[in-house]
């Protein structure tokens, strides 16, 4: 997913612009050119930068002019409350400014704009590499030898802005056209015998394609041979060829895997995951009660020097795909200190806290704390991989492996998330979060099973789902379906009251109201 960084001084600003494009690319914030400057360099490359003309001690226009030469492959665009001619000159001419917005900007608009700057930004990066191609090609003998074996540099530079599109398309969730844009990058790798770019482009491909319905891809043959024959491009590439692609061959090797296709480079990718997920030090159980272990050593109560080192550590678990910053770990864990004692506090808290579960697994810089998922295990990650994978199942109507993921769901669903701290509001909304996955999870695979007719079995698995304010109605309703389907009204209309009376204890709710 592609980075973009966001700089405004007003922190809920911000937050907005956050939640409105998290969906479509990884946002990194900071609210001044300073600390701008300093996540650049920090946490770099960026596809896209987006500034407020006004900010503290430096305008929008300085910092995009300095952006422009520290980082000219990034899309740059700015965003004022207060527009005029002067400004918008100064953005254009200083800051080479791709797009210029007002406040408020409505959500679709500032959507489309970021989209299009990653993707003004991949054909930039397209672009750089079909110079560094044509460098390697200016020499006349050069010219004649590779035009003897079929490469056609102008073919070869027309791939790549395909092939860098379809990523950009892919990272915003539009999938149809990832595919016919990669489809059509690859048929030119093809034709001018670039046959590293092609296995890539296949590869990217075929993982597109998995996440489609069979009629919308393209090509005529089974999705089954056409990913068994992108892994065995890969294959004939030396690995190094595929640095890029790394998660993208990780998701589809399971997706391989699953659908019984086997090849080197599927086992690899295995065995290399299976020895990740047993050499990391630390594993935490957060669903049910809390479970830590390091080095296969549980960590009791009487490690922690403190309640704060463990508390922040299951804080930034809850916020696990984010980095969080530091001041708002500070005023919600010492919000009456002064600045100076509660930073000194954060220290010390940051060094017994690493001393406890690793020092590779918390990190910090630059004013952000996160959490390194490479370097610990989570059965709420493996919970979330298991929902994805039941999903795409159901999509598919793939009722034996929507079966098996649902039952790895239910597996490691031991109870509510982190359930002896429900008293913080932040693990509440996690709690709420991932118990409506396995309601959905659930209420997905009854609804499969009862379109296939598998009624008891339907019936049995909407049994199973945990108690849901939000899916309470839909839970009901597939129940009294499948039982009406059944011949069993009777049924339907006691279990309905039995839910009735579990969901009034529990929300003072009335399923029949």
Partial sequence: MYKVLLVDDDHKVLSGYRRILEPYVSVIAAESGAQALETLVSEGPFAVIMVDYYLPRMSGADLLAEMAILAPEATRIMITGMPDVEVAVQAVNRGHVFRFLSKPCEAEMLIDTVLAGVELHVLQLADKEQVAFAAKTQSTKTLDKNCRRGISASDY????????????????NRLGLSCRTMAEAAELFAAAKAWREHARASLWLAAMRTKLPEEQTPGESPLAGFVLRSLKLAEEQPPAAFTLEAELLANLGVWARQHGIESALVSGI??????????VALRVQALGPLHMYRDGKEILDDHWKTRKERIVFLYLLANRNRRVDREVLLEKFWPDYDAATAANNFSSMLYNLRSVIGSAVVCYKKGFCWLDKTQYWCDVDNFEQARDLLMDAVRRKDITAANAHFARMRELYAGDFLEEFRAEDWVAQE?????????????????????SGRLADAEHAVMLAPLSRKYSHRVAALLVETLTRQGRPEAAASVVDSLSEEYRAAFGQNLRG
């Avoid at 709690?431 to 959905?440: E, N």
């Fill in 157 to 172: 530079a027309l791939g790549l802005r395909r092939m860098y599109a379809a990523i950009g398309h892919y990272g915003g």
């Fill in 270 to 279: 295995w065995r290399k995951d299976e020895a990740v997920a047993t050499s």
């Fill in 431 to 451: 709690q709420q979060r991932i118990r409506d996955d396995l309601v959905l999870g659930t209420l997905a695979l009854g609804e499969l099973l009862a379109e």
